[in-house]
T-cell receptor, first 111, second 113 residues
Framework: KQEVTQIPAALSVPEGENLVLNCSFT??????LQWFRQDPGKGLTSLLL?????REQTSGRLNASLDKSSGRSTLYIAASQPGDSATYLC??????????FGGGTRLMVKP | EAGVAQSPRYKIIEKRQSVAFWCNPI?????LYWYQQILGQGPKLLIQ????????DSQLPKDRFSAERLKGVDSTLKIQPAKLEDSAVYLC???????????FGEGSRLTVL
């Protein structure tokens, strides 16, 4: 059974800092991995999708890396802004098209 | 392109009452998921459909929860009777075949008093 851990659980930083959010998973037999953002009271918004054959994926100030063999993924946020405040969730996906979520990292970026 | 639609957005009921949530996935997405998200936790898969067949429902409390996906499109999740611990957001998601992304609806927030 896949288990996903996200560290840290919460993070509070001043605006402008570069951030690293960590995700680890126990079963490395994944098909891909998705990073999501969740604002309070809202659904999940997909940020990045990394296929198992890829090492990283970039979108704007976001960069996600994947080390499948060691069961780790990292989300890097450059030059953080108050609008980045949200919960970030990672979810590896197996060949059965099933996602398993971690507990998330609650990010607060202060002006 | 229309997203995943869910209703109702909010529901408050007394314990032992019943409730139903509806989901309309993105057109053409064969796979549909229902997740339960308790406050402060990540989403937990309740049931996964491929077209109108169940792929996984191992974490669905079948004594009180049921779900169906008629004609392989819309889906309904029902809870009967509800317990206090069922208070959560119920998220519906859909996806095309691998390696496509999952897309989520806004969720249905249930409060059981």
């Amino acid at each position: 059974k896949q288990e996903v851990t996200q560290i840290p659980a919460a993070l509070s930083v001043p605006e402008g800092e570069n951030l690293v959010l960590n995700c680890s998973f126990t079963d490395s037999a994944i098909y891909n991995l998705q990073w999501f953002r969740q604002d309070p009271g809202k659904g999940l918004t997909s940020l990045l999708l990394i296929q198992s054959s890829q090492r990283e994926q970039t979108s704007g100030r976001l960069n996600a890396s994947l080390d499948k063999s060691s069961g780790r993924s990292t989300l890097y946020i450059a030059a953080s802004q108050p609008g980045d405040s949200a919960t970030y969730l990672c979810a590896p996906r197996n060949a059965g098209n099933m996602l398993t979520f971690g507990g998330g990292t609650r990010l607060m970026v202060k002006p | 392109e229309a997203g995943v639609a869910q209703s109702p957005r909010y529901k408050i009921i007394e314990k032992r009452q019943s409730v139903a949530f509806w989901c309309n996935p993105i057109s053409g997405h064969a796979t549909l998921y229902w997740y339960q998200q308790i406050l402060g936790q990540g989403p937990k898969l309740l049931i996964q459909f491929q077209n109108n067949g169940v792929v996984d429902d191992s974490q669905l409390p079948k004594d009180r929860f049921s779900a169906e996906r008629l004609k392989g499109v819309d889906s309904t999740l029902k809870i009967q009777p509800a317990k206090l611990e069922d208070s959560a957001v119920y998220l519906c998601a859909s996806s095309p075949p691998l390696p496509g992304e999952l897309f989520f609806g806004e969720g249905s927030r249930l409060t059981v008093l």
